[in-house]
């Protein structure tokens, strides 16, 4: 069984500061994995995933993130953050052969100008 | 761009009544998802659906839940009996393989009396 844990459930950022939004797995099996963000009252877009090759991967709106294997990581970064950013980030795996995706509980992302 | 829509998107019930929550898939989509998300936790995972069969369950899709491809474009979840602990946003999504990216849809809030 996956399970993902995201600690911080907010994050307040100036706007154009960087940010990062921390996400660690465990998992027995080699694991894909995944960062959606939700905006209010929409529902759930991949910002990007990382399913094998390149630790770091590139995604949507200029944000990024790095797979660390030994730390069982998928921390989300981003250099300088818009108002726009201000959302509910989830970092998600999906293991081995499951079908479904385990989720974070998610963090918000408030962007203070 | 081509994406999951959910309806309704929200719906008020009395404990014990039968809810039906419908998705439209994108449409050259093979895998059929639905998701639930109770209020301040986690995204969970309920059943996935391909080839007109459930592929996954997991353990909260008992027996008072069940999936449905009535025709080429709906995927219906149906809730036999609510209870009050049914209320949660219900996600729908697709994929065009399992192990492609799942797209969500905006959800349908579930509020059961």
């Known amino acids: 069984a996956q399970s993902v844990t995201q600690l911080d459930s907010q994050v307040p950022v100036f706007e154009e500061a960087p940010v990062e939004l921390r996400c660690n797995y465990s998992?027995?099996?080699?694991?894909?994995l995944f960062w959606y963000v939700q905006y209010p009252n929409q529902g759930l877009q991949l910002l990007l995933k990382?399913?094998?090759?390149?630790?770091l991967v590139k995604g949507i709106n200029g944000f990024e993130a790095e797979f660390n294997k030994s730390q069982t990581s998928f921390h989300l970064r981003k250099p300088s953050v818009h108002i726009s950013d201000t959302a509910e980030y989830f970092c998600a795996v999906r293991g081995g052969g499951a079908d479904g995706l385990t989720f974070g509980k998610g963090t918000h992302l408030i962007i203070q100008p | 761009e081509p994406e999951v829509t959910q309806t309704p998107s929200h719906q008020v019930t009395q404990m014990g009544q039968e809810v039906i929550l419908r998705c439209v898939p994108i449409?050259?989509?093979?895998?059929f998802y639905w998701y639930r998300q109770i209020l301040g936790q986690k995204v969970e995972f309920l059943v996935s659906f391909y080839n007109n069969e459930i592929s996954e369950k997991s353990e909260i899709f008992d027996d008072q839940f069940s999936v449905e491809r009535p025709d080429g474009s709906n995927f219906t979840l149906k809730i036999r009996s609510t209870k009050l602990e049914d209320s949660a946003m219900y996600f729908c999504a697709s994929s065009t393989s399992v192990q492609e990216t799942q797209y969500f849809g905006p959800g349908t809030r579930l509020l059961v009396l």
């Open positions: 990382y399913l094998s090759g390149s630790t």
């Open positions: 449409s050259n989509h093979l895998y």
């Open positions: 998992s027995s099996v080699s694991v894909y």
